[in-house]
């Protein structure tokens, strides 16, 4: 069964711009979570989507998206991006959604000059 | 505020020879522990994960240790391999509360295991 699957692995883009980067979950999961992770604040939950609906939101703001479509593919959109922003993004999907069931994509690098 | 704290940025042990990776939460709502391990380059990993009804969960040459009351725990990996060289991170989730979708993870801890 492939894993988790995320596009591009590596994107650079300026200040001001905006991006969206992409999520494939396992076949068959519904649930698609993101994360970004930074050297200073670590592995940070940004979003979570089952069935094409938010379910839980992190302590991000506004500029930060993300939306399912209903083939449980995900995207995450990050507007007028800033310096801080350059990160690694983690997409994880399970079945369900439950913690302990969660596969972990490689990940989008994510660098804002 | 980090309700999930690795205190320690990085660890050295030989191989053969015991490594403990220590946590500490503040947040007294989480129920559920896991550890991860992550290579470069790629997601993370699950390694074990233990339930805040018991005090230890052993699988192969991982175990996790739960002290509630000091709000800690650990991960002991015995006997330590060159392979388990990693960042390990510990995650917790508030199980109970509905937040079972959300993990709310540490900064991590580099191991080295050397020959």
């Known amino acids: 069964k492939a894993g988790v699957t995320q596009t591009p692995r590596y994107l650079i883009k300026t200040r001001g711009q905006q991006v969206t980067l992409s999520c494939s979950p396992i076949?068959?999961?519904?649930?698609v979570s993101w994360y970004q992770q930074t050297p200073g604040q670590g592995l940070q939950f940004l979003f979570e989507y089952f069935s094409e609906t938010q379910r839980n939101k992190g302590n991000f703001p506004g500029r930060f998206s993300g939306r399912q479509f209903s083939n449980s593919r995900s995207e995450m959109n990050v507007s007028t991006l800033e310096l801080g922003d350059s990160a690694l993004y983690l997409c994880a999907s399970s079945l369900q959604g439950r913690v302990d069931t969660q596969y972990f994509g490689p990940g989008t690098r994510l660098t804002v000059l | 505020d980090q309700q999930v704290k690795q205190n320690s940025p990085s660890l050295s042990v030989q191989e053969g020879r015991i490594s403990i990776l220590n946590c500490d939460y503040t947040?007294?709502?989480?129920?559920?522990f896991l550890w991860y391990k992550k290579y470069p380059a790629e997601g993370p990993t699950f390694l074990i994960s233990i339930s805040s009804i018991k005090d230890k969960n052993e699988d192969g040459r991982f175990t996790v240790f739960l002290n509630k009351s000091a709000k800690h725990l650990s991960l002991h990996i015995v006997p330590s391999q060159p392979g388990d060289s990693a960042v390990y991170f510990c995650?917790?989730?508030?199980?109970?509360?509905?937040?079972?979708?959300?993990?709310?993870f540490g900064k991590g801890t580099l191991l080295t295991v050397n020959p």
């Open positions: 076949s068959g999961h519904r649930s």
């Open positions: 995650a917790a989730s508030d199980r109970s509360g509905g937040s079972n979708y959300k993990l709310t």
């Open positions: 947040n007294s709502m989480f129920d559920y």
